[in-house]
């Protein structure tokens, strides 16, 4: 009797999410497409990825414009991409092989087939894949980088972290407190999030809105003020850390996520002369520019997964289909900590 095993059919399309119009403002659902594309054929050097995680991430909404960014626009009726993590399927790549979990760009697709050496292979021994999209992936080289290299955050500083239950967010004020923050201080727009810092181990937390944040703010900063501000939301969040910052303070701007979906201009802080009298820092970064310090993160963030100092939180939607609900939630704050999809 011949004991002959099928070779698995491996399969010659995708489904996918395309980008059907350009939001003006909010995203709604009539800007996506649900779509299947034929996959190319495999070539010298290529892998076949079956997607497990795809993210969806707040700087996704500027590409969805058609303005000239640090990233090229998202082409209309064509695939979005993004951070994904996958199994390799099938693979014609020296050092790849089937089974390996890998990290690549080709997100908001349920198979990509790609370069080998435009993938990242997945420590799936050190944390689960998923941790590879968050807390172990772009994400947490963010809040480390942020935090560290753009911010030059010393022991015994104040730091505050806007938009703190975030993916990045809860990242900051955790890597904050490992690193030796005298306190640390998040604001988040739910009391579920605001108990959510407390247990991650904030010093203090407020929801914005709870009232003015520079009054929340300096309530919870006290007359010693903050030294370090990690901005992921811009606006009222950045004017009120400006009153509350001590001379020599430093800003690492991430984000704003208050102002992507405003169709008209948002008022700058209104106190930005505050920077020169206080010797301020503001500087705004993009984390490919610190893709250097990779090594160095995953060490350390390694250790403090393994023993508890830094815990992490996902808010996971099951289905491709789903990927374009799950973004626009997440625009209004939906999710605590990263906010994947499970295909």
């Given at each position: 009797m011949s004991t002959h095993t099928e070779t698995p059919t491996l399969p010659v399309t995708t489904r996918e999410i395309q980008l059907a119009s350009r939001p003006h403002g909010r995203p709604v659902p009539a800007n996506f497409r649900l779509a299947e594309s034929p996959l190319p054929e495999l070539q010298d050097g290529q892998v076949l990825v079956r997607n497990l995680y795809i993210s969806v991430d707040p700087y996704m909404r500027g590409r969805m414009n058609d303005v000239k960014s640090y990233s090229a626009p998202?082409?209309?009726?064509?695939?979005?991409?993004?951070?994904a993590v996958g199994e390799i399927i099938a693979s014609r790549a020296e050092g790849r092989a089937v089974g390996d979990t890998v990290v690549h760009s080709l997100g908001w697709r349920e198979y990509a087939v790609l370069d080998a050496a435009a993938t990242t292979p997945a420590r799936t021994d050190l944390a689960?894949?998923?941790a590879f999209l968050g807390a172990l992936g772009m994400t947490g080289l963010t809040a480390y980088a942020g935090?560290?290299?753009?911010a030059e955050f010393k022991p015994g500083e104040v730091v505050f972290v806007s938009g703190a239950a975030g993916a990045v967010g809860s990242l900051v004020g955790q890597i904050a407190k490992a690193m030796g923050a005298s306190r640390v201080i998040g604001s988040a727009g739910s009391p579920e999030k605001v108990a959510r810092l407390l247990e991650l181990g904030f010093d203090a937390a407020f929801n914005y809105h709870d009232g003015p944040v520079a009054e929340q703010l300096a309530a919870a900063a006290g007359e010693r003020g903050i030294d370090v501000y990690f901005d992921n939301v811009g606006g009222e969040h950045l004017e009120a850390a400006l009153s509350a910052l001590t001379v020599g303070g430093r800003v690492a701007m991430c984000g704003a996520i208050s102002q992507y979906n405003s169709t008209e201009p948002t008022p700058a802080p209104r106190n930005l002369m505050q920077a020169i009298g206080k010797q301020l820092?503001?500087?705004?970064?993009?984390?490919?520019?610190?893709?250097?310090?990779?090594?160095?993160f995953v060490e350390a963030m390694s250790g403090w997964l393994a023993d508890g100092t830094v815990r992490y939180d996902e808010t996971v939607v099951d289905g491709l289909e789903n990927a374009p609900q799950a973004f626009m939630d997440l625009l209004d704050g939906a999710n605590t900590g990263k906010m994947l999809v499970r295909l």
């Open positions: 998202f082409a209309l009726d064509a695939a979005l991409d993004g951070g689960p894949a998923s935090l560290l290299k753009v820092t503001l500087k705004g970064f993009l984390v490919g520019g610190y893709w250097q310090h990779m090594a160095e």
